[in-house]
């Protein structure tokens, strides 16, 4: 079993930045890849970035891919999402998700097993 709970995130404005933090629970940790995911009202949930489980792969969505930056410490068992230069269309609720597939599924939300309750980012303009 892995417990995901998601924190960091707020409101900024266009052009700044937020660090969000996926903290978990349980000792198989660095046995999953993990990634995140988005959803805006209205909207489908849809793949941000994800990172394997020893952290060598990542992988961007292309609308955030040189502004958001994935991370994981498995000594922390957290895992973490710089977003730079943020956008209007970056708002949404951001969660953060567990998955034992490798990573040509990262970018399917059905293939995690786990799933933290999610964080709120509104970008202003």
């Known amino acids: 079993q892995v417990q995901l709970v998601e924190s960091g995130g707020g409101l900024v404005q266009a052009g700044g930045s937020l660090r969000l933090s996926c903290a978990a629970s349980?000792?198989?940790?660095?046995?999953?890849?993990m990634g995140w995911f988005r959803q805006a009202p209205g909207k489908e949930r849809e793949f941000v970035a994800a990172?394997?489980?020893?952290?060598?792969?990542?992988d961007y969505a292309d609308s955030v891919k040189g502004r958001f930056t994935i991370s994981r410490d498995n000594a922390k068992i957290t895992v973490y999402l710089q977003m730079n230069s943020l956008k209007p269309e970056d708002t949404a609720v951001y969660s953060c998700?567990?998955?034992?597939?490798?990573?040509?599924?990262?970018?399917?939300?059905?293939?995690?097993?786990?799933w933290g309750q999610g964080t709120q980012v509104t970008v202003s303009s």
């Open positions: 990172i394997s489980q020893s952290g060598g792969i990542t």
């Open positions: 998700g567990a998955t034992s597939y490798g990573r040509t599924r990262y970018r399917v939300s059905h293939n995690y097993d786990y």
């Open positions: 349980g000792r198989t940790f660095s046995g999953y890849a």
